[in-house]
């Protein structure tokens, strides 16, 4: 479930560098026996254990670097048409920035959508008082669209408007006082 929230470039990094350590256990535990059988032996043990150390601080390396939000899904900036907050959209989850999951003043608000997924995704932000709705065109893969709105006091729902995407997790909450 963490991989379906990440970048696609996050998402190969964590992998591979789960599968090097993997490919490593394994073939310590089950392949290297096999061919020697007093493996790893008096010879071998300080290299299998600085090999374990370098492979453990790569993979502890790899859930920092490729774990985290980017600085863009983290930064809100203000322009003189308000507050440009940096959206994500991946399969299937929209990422906002820390600034957008506090409680806002009402005022205008852009949303610059960045869609790092491989699908067309839109960002809808609809008001639950009124039903009021505005939202972006389908963004390709890659693309980048800004929607903005003014926001009064009250629960907006963010959300990708592509069938079946809301319902598998593409949706936030703004709120507004």
């Known amino acids: 479930m963490l991989l379906a929230g990440l ?3 996050h998402t190969i990094g964590l992998t591979t560098m789960a599968a090097i350590f993997i490919v490593f256990a394994l073939a ?11 493996f790893p032996g008096r010879a071998g043990l300080s290299v299998f254990i600085i090999a374990s150390l370098v492979l453990f601080a790569g993979m502890l ?3 920092e670097v490729f774990g985290s939000e980017s600085e863009a899904a983290t930064r809100a900036e203000t ?3 308000g507050t440009v907050f940096q959206v994500q959209e ?3 989850r929209i990422v906002l920035p820390a600034a957008a999951k506090k409680t806002l003043p009402p005022g205008t608000y852009a949303f610059q959508v960045h869609n790092l997924g491989k699908l067309e995704h839109d960002l809808a932000v609809r008001a639950r008082s009124t039903g009021k ?3 972006t065109q389908l963004i390709s893969p890659g693309g980048v669209a800004t ?3 003014t926001l009064t006091k009250g629960t907006y729902d963010l959300f990708c408007t592509v069938p079946g995407h809301r319902a598998a997790g593409m949706e936030a909450t703004l709120a507004v006082s």
């Open 61 to 63: 390396t790899a859930v």
């Open 79 to 81: 322009t003189r048409a």
């Open 7 to 9: 970048s696609t470039g």
């Open 133 to 135: 709705t505005a939202k």
């Open 28 to 38: 310590s535990s089950f392949l290297a026996p096999r061919i020697w059988p007093d």
């Open 90 to 92: 991946t399969e299937f």
């Open 147 to 149: 929607l903005t709105v």
